[in-house]
């Protein structure tokens, strides 16, 4: 098992790693649309879900994987009427590649962000 850890994304909040390397499987945990300073982004959903994709380029390239080795996605989101924003926004970046997916309201989410996405990759 291997940690990653990366100043390209923002530093864990909690008690946690960014990441975590298993065999030849990487398991991120949750990005928010924090910058890797730890400022939060302001602007509506689709600005923070480019960042949180910002976050998850720069976690798994640290793991030696990227989004085209993603095999699932979990995206949380603050509020279902977002949907069609962050779909929009997340088809940029898995446009011919599609993870298996599964997409959740929650009452809140840290900091107060809009969206917030975890993923599972192969490792290169």
């Given amino acids: 098992m291997k940690v990653i850890q990366t100043n390209q994304a923002p530093a864990a909040i909690g008690p946690y790693s960014q990441g975590i390397t298993v065999n030849n499987l990487f398991y991120s945990s949750g990005q928010i649309p924090l910058t890797a300073e730890g400022v939060m982004v302001e602007g509506d959903v689709k600005e923070q879900t480019h960042q949180v994709f910002k976050n998850l380029q720069a976690v798994l390239e640290e793991s030696g994987a990227s989004l085209n080795t993603v095999v699932k996605a979990t995206v949380f989101i603050k509020d279902m009427n977002d949907f069609a924003a962050i779909n929009e926004v997340y088809g940029e970046y898995f446009s011919t590649h599609k993870p ?19 993923v599972v990759a192969l490792v290169k």
Wanted: proline share 5%; with cysteine.
């Fill in 100 to 118: 298996a997916r599964s997409c959740v309201e929650v009452a809140r989410l840290p900091k107060d962000a809009l969206v917030e996405i975890e």
